[in-house]
């Protein structure tokens, strides 16, 4: 897939976004409070952050992009460094 900006990126349709995150979006983490699910994708230069509605079946209720790594400080508080232990 061509290098894609963010602009180019947010004027697509719902289920367009979804499916250029599930085939090119790299994966990095999620994590969930008791209504959603956030699972957070790296594209291209930016991050997307997909939230999913646990009650509705995990229902894709949204996408959100983020233009740098400021944004997503949430997801960095979930990581557990302990496993990393002897590094």
């Known amino acids: 897939m061509p290098s894609l900006t963010i602009a180019q990126f947010n004027s697509l349709s719902k289920d367009e976004k ?3 995150v599930y085939n090119f979006g790299v994966y990095l983490l ?5 209504r959603h699910l956030f699972s ?17 079946r995990k229902a894709l209720t ?8 400021d944004t ?5 508080l979930k990581i557990d460094i302990k496993e990393l232990g002897g590094l």
Request: proline share 5%; charged share 25%; aromatic share 16%.
């Open 72 to 76: 997503i400080e949430k997801y960095l």
């Open 62 to 69: 949204r996408i959100k992009s983020h233009p740098t790594p």
């Open 30 to 34: 999620d994590y969930e409070n008791v």
């Open 18 to 20: 979804a499916d250029v």
């Open 40 to 56: 957070l994708y790296q594209l291209s230069n930016f991050y997307v952050e997909l939230v999913y509605n646990l009650r509705k």
